[in-house]
């Protein structure tokens, strides 16, 4: 059985420009083996695609320390942004953009550990707990939702 990611990011009250957050769940059939949320920054170079990304680079710090102790290949990484999913999957290009940074670490992560995922794209209603965990890592910042209402 695959271990089942969601990830999740976040950015208000600006988009760009306002603070990015994060939000992953790790399952493992109905066992919830880690879940996270934070801060990513605050400022012009942040984005929602930033905390997607950043979440993303949770996981597979998570990942790179406990998969020797897990009976699982390949995970599943599900998001709710197309943006990672189709450039992660490698049917979109990375050109530019305040989330590149965060992509080559994935890239370098990935490629340093020889690790294989699988990016699967779900509407937001099938990612209510990571979408959940980047607002409450927001909320825990004091920064007021203002494009994504609770």
Not at 68 to 73: A, M, P, Q, V, Y
Not at 81 to 87: D, F, G, H, M, R
Not at 113 to 124: G, T
């Amino acid at each position: 059985m695959s271990l089942q990611v969601y990830i999740d990011g976040a950015c208000e009250p600006s988009n760009p420009g306002g603070t990015a957050t994060y939000g992953v769940v790790v399952r493992h059939g109905t066992r919830t083996l880690f879940s996270k949320s934070g801060v990513v920054g605050t400022g012009p170079r942040m984005s929602n695609n930033v905390g997607e990304y950043s979440g993303l680079i949770a996981f597979l710090e998570w990942y790179i320390g406990e998969r020797k102790g897990l009976d699982s290949d390949w995970p599943v990484v599900h998001s709710d942004s197309q943006l990672l999913v189709k450039q992660m999957s490698g049917q979109w290009r990375v050109k530019t953009g305040l989330y590149k940074p965060y992509y080559l670490q994935v890239r370098d992560l990935m490629d340093r550990h020889k690790l294989h995922l699988v990016f699967k794209w779900v509407p937001r209603e099938q990612n209510e707990e990571a979408d959940r965990l980047s607002k409450q890592a927001l909320a825990e910042a004091g920064v007021e939702m203002r494009i994504q209402k609770e």
